[in-house]
């Protein structure tokens, strides 16, 4: 893992006081910290962008003598990397905000669950687990709350991509293998050890600190209407300044582009090799829930890329990453690669490359979890915005 300092704009994260989401959260009842949660509008960061409140609502509201805060820091997309700096430099904010959570729908419990490719974090949290219950910040009757009491483990992943899917990683840390499961039941009512579940992004967890400490209103007042807030993003690929950057939602990727430092851009995967290729005539686009959503992960292709070698680079992965318990995602990610191999060679007619594009628009509706029904958006994008390129090379191969 390399130890260079990532590049980043100032983070919100860095100015925030120490411990005062949870000091104002736990001076509130249960119902005013959802409330706060709720003013906010803050949408879940780990891509699906779902209402934060409204998932601890639920499982505040779900009756059990256990309930359990899971910290999803599986981090596994492709070109994400925000979360590995999150928690390198601000896992007491994400604490914090797995606390109050703990707070809020009523659990003793919280796991981080931590991709296995970062096992050099794990000695970090642990230290700082162990620093907050000797300050009283984790364990019994936290910052005196008589009553309340949270505290927190760490477990492992083991690098599948798949488990960062909120059930997947829920069967993971059952103990099972790692694969999603039908829902409902939702894990808010039936999660780990079919106990009420939350499972929420780092970021997620972060930001519900500083809003319970500076308050809904705060948040709410920067971004755009549906797309509360300042969001991370992972930004790699072509250009000067690759790194983590902190920004509203709403700002258009001309204008993340420029911030970055780059130049002659021909496309940008926006949301991780299971987002969308957006191409250059579609960058006064805006990053929102309302536009093109995502989990903060933009990389930059230059004019010299050629985008079937990033589609089947892409497919390649998510070969390697599908469960293989859905035939759509199973079967059809390999079809697709094939396809797209064939491609490549100059081998593939309109009519077998209209067949790969339904088959993706198959495996989208008919796959089993966000892993298969999102592995043919990269491809699928792709070929539409990039069909001249990919078939002038077929008529360059057929000549020849
Ligand atoms: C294949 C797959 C991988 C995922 N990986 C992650 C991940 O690494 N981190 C994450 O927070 N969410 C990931 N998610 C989304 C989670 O299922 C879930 O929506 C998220 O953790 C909820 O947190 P949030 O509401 O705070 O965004 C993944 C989803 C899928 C389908
Ligand atoms: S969509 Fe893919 S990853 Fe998800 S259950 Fe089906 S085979 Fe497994």
Request: hydrophobic content about 40%; charged content about 20%; proline content about 3%.
């Amino acid at each position: 893992m390399s130890t260079m300092k990532t590049i980043t704009n100032t983070l919100t994260f860095s100015s925030v006081e120490p411990d005062a989401g949870l000091k104002a959260a736990l001076s509130k009842s249960r119902a005013d910290v959802i409330a706060e949660l709720n003013a906010s509008n803050l949408k879940g960061r780990g891509g699906a962008g779902f209402p934060t409140s409204v998932k601890w609502n639920l499982a505040a509201a779900a009756k059990s003598d256990k309930k359990y805060v899971v910290c999803n820091a599986d981090e596994g997309e492709p070109g994400t990397f925000k979360d590995r700096l999150i928690l390198s430099d601000y896992a007491n904010l994400v604490i914090e905000g797995m606390t109050i959570a703990g707070y809020a729908i009523g659990a003793k419990t919280g796991i981080i669950y931590l991709r296995g490719e970062y096992s050099y974090l794990r000695g970090p949290l642990t230290a700082i687990i162990a620093k907050r219950r000797a300050a009283n910040l984790l364990g019994a009757d936290i910052m005196g709350k008589s009553g309340f009491a949270f505290d927190i483990i760490l477990r492992m992943g083991a690098g599948a991509y798949v488990c960062g899917e909120e059930t997947a990683l829920i069967e993971s840390l059952e103990g099972h293998r790692g694969e999603s499961r039908n829902r409902p039941p939702f894990p808010v009512d039936t999660g780990l050890m079919g106990n009420p579940t939350i499972v929420n992004n780092v970021e997620t967890l972060a930001w519900a600190a500083c809003i319970l400490g500076k308050g809904g209103d705060w948040f709410k007042s920067m971004g755009t209407e549906k797309s509360a807030g300042r969001k991370l993003f992972s930004v790699s690929g072509d250009c000067a300044r690759p790194g983590v950057y902190e920004f509203p939602l709403g700002i258009t990727i001309q204008e993340l582009l420029d911030a970055i430092g780059a130049e002659d851009v021909k496309a940008v995967q926006v949301g991780g090799a299971s987002g969308h290729c957006v191409p250059a005539g579609q960058f006064q686009r805006a990053l929102s829930f309302e536009d093109i959503p995502t989990g903060g992960s933009m990389i930059v292709f230059g004019q010299h890329r050629d985008m079937l070698d990033v589609a089947i680079n892409f497919l390649d992965f998510f070969v390697e990453e599908s469960c293989g318990q859905c035939t759509p995602c199973r079967e059809g990610n390999e079809k697709l690669l094939e396809g797209a191999l064939l491609l490549e060679e100059g081998r593939c007619s309109m009519a077998y490359l209209k067949d790969l594009c339904a088959l993706g628009e198959s495996m989208q509706l008919a796959s089993k979890c966000g892993l298969g029904q999102s592995s043919a958006n990269a491809f699928l994008s792709i070929v539409k915005y990039f069909k001249d390129e990919i078939l002038g090379r077929t008529a360059v191969a057929q000549a020849g």
